[in-house]
C-alpha cells in the first residue's frame, strides 16, 4: 500500500488545530496561576477598605457644624476647576476672599463648596496655594 503525501497546506491545517487545542490547556493553567492569586489579594483588600468607606460614608452624613472647615481665597481670581488638576475646566473665577466649605482633602488640592449670591452651591477644586483656612 502506498502512503499518500499531505499537502503543504492539509498538513499546516492539521498542525494548527492541534495546536488549538494544546493553547487552550495553557491559558487555563496560565488563568490559574496568574489571575487566582490576584483575586484573593483584591478580595482581602476589598474586605479591609470597605469597613473604611462605609465610614466615611457615615462621617459625610453626620456632619458636626462646628467641625466645618472654611477656606478663603488670597488672590485677586481664582479658579473654581472641575477636578483636581490644573489643566481641568474652570467653573468659575471666585474673587479674594471668597468663603468655601471644604468637603474633601487631597494634595495639593481642595474639593469645596461656593455658595453665589442666588444661594445656588457650586461644587469643585481649588489649589491648596490660592487659599487660606479660616473661621
Known sequence: MIKKHKSVRESFDEF??????KFWAVIVIITIFMFIPDFVDK???????IPKMIDLID????VDVDKIIYVYTTNERTPLRENADAKAKKLLWLLIDTKLRIINDIPRWYEVE???EDGIAITGWVAKRSVEIGD
Do not use: A, G, L, Q
Open 59 to 62: 462621617m459625610k452624613k453626620d
Open 16 to 21: 494548527i488545530e492541534e495546536s488549538k487545542k
Open 43 to 49: 478580595i482581602k483588600w476589598y474586605i479591609d477598605h
Open 114 to 116: 461656593y455658595t453665589n
